[in-house]
């Protein structure tokens, strides 16, 4: 059964204290991985696909990166605007799976 | 400014009755789905929907219905709530199955 996991479930960082979130997968034929962004009371915001091994994309202070297992989302020095939830997924069958989310928190 | 509007943004609703959200987008995406997010469970699909006149059944499709009677709209509709129905839901499009997402700003149902 395909499955996405994230880690950790939360994040609390100060105020640029860099760190990663991981999304690590488990699909037959993996055809692209995106992350989303999560702000409360709106629907997750596009952020990024990734679709082979080694590939990176970056975003202002977010880089995303893809292995063959897993995912990263790199948060370089971060801003209190950055605090989310930040969701991957993948394409399985006719859907997008979804992991459960990090929550980051970023304090001034 | 392109996108995915949803209604009602909050509704309380009792149990047993219809309630229909409602879901357009003006993109011309030929897919569209219906997900719920609850607390611990993350996003689940309930129906989606390749093209206008098809639908398919996601993972929590009972007690749900959809019709896609044009590419633009996507209603989706409860025959009769429960409280385990409360939850937000949130209407999504895609130009195609490997291509992001779009999510409009969500519903969030409370059925008492």
């Known amino acids: 059964e395909d499955q996405v996991t994230q880690s950790p479930e939360a994040l609390r960082l100060q105020e640029g204290e860099s760190s990663s979130l991981n999304c690590s997968y488990t699909?037959?034929?993996?055809?692209?991985l995106f992350w989303y962004r999560q702000d409360p009371g709106k629907g997750p915001e596009f952020l990024f696909t990734?679709?082979?091994a080694g590939e990176e994309k970056e975003k202002e202070r977010l880089k995303a990166t893809l292995t063959k297992k897993e995912s990263f989302l790199h948060i370089t020095a971060p801003k209190p605007e950055d605090s989310a939830t930040y969701l991957c997924?993948?394409?399985?069958?006719?859907?997008?799976?979804f992991g459960g989310g990090t929550r980051v928190l970023v304090k001034p | 400014i392109a996108g995915i509007t949803q209604a009602p943004t909050s509704q309380i609703l009792a149990a047993g009755r219809r309630m229909t959200l409602r879901c357009t987008q003006d993109?011309?995406?030929?897919?569209m789905y219906w997900y719920r997010q609850d607390l611990g469970l993350g996003l689940r699909l309930i129906h989606y929907s390749n093209t206008a006149g098809t639908t398919g059944k996601g993972e929590v499709p009972d007690g749900y219905s959809v019709s896609r009677a044009n590419t633009d709209d996507f209603p989706l509709t409860l025959a009769s709530a429960v409280p385990s129905q409360t939850s937000v839901y949130f209407c999504?499009?895609?130009?195609?199955?490997?291509?992001?997402?779009?999510f409009g700003s969500g519903t969030r149902l409370t059925v008492v």
């Open positions: 699909v037959s034929g993996l055809r692209g």
């Open positions: 990734l679709y082979s």
């Open positions: 993109m011309r995406h030929n897919a």
């Open positions: 999504a499009s895609s130009s195609g199955q490997n291509y992001g997402y779009t």
């Open positions: 997924a993948v394409p399985a069958g006719n859907k997008l799976t």
